[in-house]
């Protein structure tokens, strides 16, 4: 407590001169009383009973099995009670309460993922023993760009590099694997080192290091938005993206591809990478990974697969050789915060050749980067991401692994792509429903089959409709430039029972919007 420190703790402690201390000491006095920390802030007794409370209620909430959806509220409405809860007198509810009040409007405003209504997106209901190691890593605060802040997490990095360089068939030690906070800065990060790899005065000189060239991607029509993003940041120029034709799935087809890259190189563009998909956003679909390193490696291009999505299939042998081609690409992201069930972020991106990890960032910091290598400083990624504090991602990842096993994991990513392949047959079968597409993975996109002509579309007036019903949450998507339903399987709780069901509440939505279709224009439309 402040004025209690003895001069001797100080000496011991950081070994500062006795006047100092002295100095120091005196200070202290001088606040004494004064209470400038809040009284029980970093009380421990008020830590653990913070912690009972928020347990309590976490544990209902991950065990809830009613099948539900978004309560989706009106922002204003939320801020309002959002305020009210944060200023420092309400109702005369003490201070633990507001904490519960808070708590209980965290949980009620957000998406349930654990329950089986929630069928929307690509993160899930996480693994408990996963949550449980994040919410340490927030309190015991190890950034880990650099060992000696974080030197657990840098060592499970490691271990879970081996471990996934084993499932790939990559040699131990020839690879490199770093965490980044999420799928768009490791793909940002990865063609980052391709550009330099390619163009390396790129970095130096900027655009005036590019002497008579253009660089130049290449990427499939159903990229994620995060690559065509990158393309910009790297200062190569979104009209220098080469778009690669696909098929009905949107997957690169590496005959048209090859014409497509022919006819850019008669641009005068240089493309130094080629992008593909290991299960895109919209289908969950993987382009065809062998024939397109295939391409890459007869062009020279640095070949790229962002599996954000789909990478996670590596980890079970059933599944595995839909990744083929995977193993040849000279960097690869895997977003583990998707299909291993662990909180976001923690998104992994792999070098084929550890030696390229570099390539992204050519810089010196004389206060981080040691130039001298040692043993501590041999595991240090600072110089390999963009981002110098970060969390240590990979400790819920690795925890849960080591302790659970990878069958755990493949179990459940198994079921749900087999989910998604018997929900696909349950639609087959209703005449009112249109499949659009075989299912690769755990996503499903299909469309109410009797849809009157908009404006304003009626798949996306039944998915907003659904979400306001709040018995369901999916998403939409666009496909082939139509508007669709997507449903992500994320839940292994969930069967085609619940699929059924969600096609009746589409059923039933449809035939409330029929009623008053088309909308009336809103006012001044
Ligand atoms: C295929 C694909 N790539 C990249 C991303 C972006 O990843 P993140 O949200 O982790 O930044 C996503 C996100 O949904 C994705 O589906």
Redesign the pocket.
């Known amino acids: 407590m402040a004025g209690h420190l003895e001069p001797k703790v100080f000496h011991d402690e950081v070994n500062v001169a006795p006047e100092t201390v002295r100095q120091y000491a005196a200070d202290e006095h001088v606040d004494e009383g004064q209470n400038w920390v809040e009284g029980n802030a970093f009380d421990p007794s008020l830590f653990a009973e913070l912690v009972g409370r928020s347990t309590a209620k976490l544990k209902s909430f991950i065990s809830d099995q009613s099948v539900r959806g978004l309560r989706l509220i009106d922002p204003t409405v939320l801020a309002r009670r959002a305020k009210e809860l944060a200023t420092p007198v309400v109702d005369g509810l003490p201070h633990l309460d507001r904490f519960e009040a808070i708590l209980n409007l965290f949980l009620e405003t957000g998406i349930p993922v654990y329950s089986t209504g929630y069928m929307g997106r690509?993160f899930s209901g996480v693994l408990p023993l996963a949550g449980v190691v994040d919410f340490v890593s927030s309190l015991v605060n190890q950034p880990c760009a650099f060992y000696e802040a974080a030197q657990l997490p840098n060592v499970a990095e490691r271990l879970m590099a081996e471990e996934f360089g084993g499932l790939i068939g990559w040699p131990a030690g020839r690879f490199a694997m770093l965490t980044t906070s999420?799928?768009?800065?490791?793909?940002l990060t990865a063609m980052l080192a391709a550009r330099n790899d390619k163009f390396p005065r790129f970095w130096p000189e900027g655009t005036a290091g590019l002497v008579g060239c253009r660089p130049a991607v290449a990427v499939g029509a159903e990229a994620?938005y995060?690559?065509r993003r990158a393309v910009g940041v790297l200062g190569v120029g979104e009209t220098n993206i080469v778009r690669l034709p696909g098929d009905d799935r949107g997957r690169i087809c590496p005959a048209r591809a090859a014409e497509e890259l022919d006819a850019a190189a008669g641009r005068g563009l240089e493309v130094f990478c080629l992008v593909a998909?290991a299960?895109?956003?919209s289908l969950g679909a993987c382009d065809p990974l062998d024939e397109l390193a295939d391409l890459a490696a007869a062009r020279r291009m640095w070949f790229h697969v962002?599996?954000?999505?789909?990478a996670s299939l590596l980890v079970s042998d059933k599944l595995r050789s839909r990744l083929k081609g995977i193993e040849r690409a000279d960097s690869f992201?895997w977003?583990a915060?998707?299909l291993l069930f662990v909180p976001?972020?923690c998104?992994l991106l792999f070098y084929k050749d550890a030696s390229k990890a570099r390539r992204a960032f050519r810089q010196e910091a004389s206060y981080v980067f040691d130039t001298e290598p040692t043993v501590y400083n041999a595991l240090d990624t600072a110089d390999e991401t963009v981002e110098c504090t970060k969390r240590p991602m990979i400790m819920p990842l690795w925890v849960a692994w080591a302790l659970h096993g990878r069958g755990l994991f493949a179990r459940k990513i198994e079921y749900l792509c087999r989910l998604a392949r018997r929900a696909y047959e349950a639609l087959c079968l209703e005449p009112d429903f249109e499949p659009i597409h075989e299912p690769e993975m755990n996503i499903l996109c299909f469309r109410y089959a009797h849809a009157p002509a908009g404006p304003p579309d009626f798949q996306v007036a039944i998915r907003d409709r659904i979400r306001e019903r709040g018995a369901f949450f999916i998403s939409k998507v666009d496909v082939a430039g139509r508007p669709a339903l997507r449903v992500v399987f994320m839940n292994h709780r969930a069967d085609v029972g619940h699929f059924r069901s969600l096609l009746s509440e589409v059923r039933a939505v449809a035939a409330e919007l029929a009623s008053g279709w088309p909308r009336p224009a809103p006012p001044g439309a």
């Open positions: 690509q999420g799928g768009s800065l490791a793909n994620h995060c690559v998909s299960g895109t956003t962002d599996g954000a999505h789909g992201v977003d915060h998707k976001g972020v998104t």
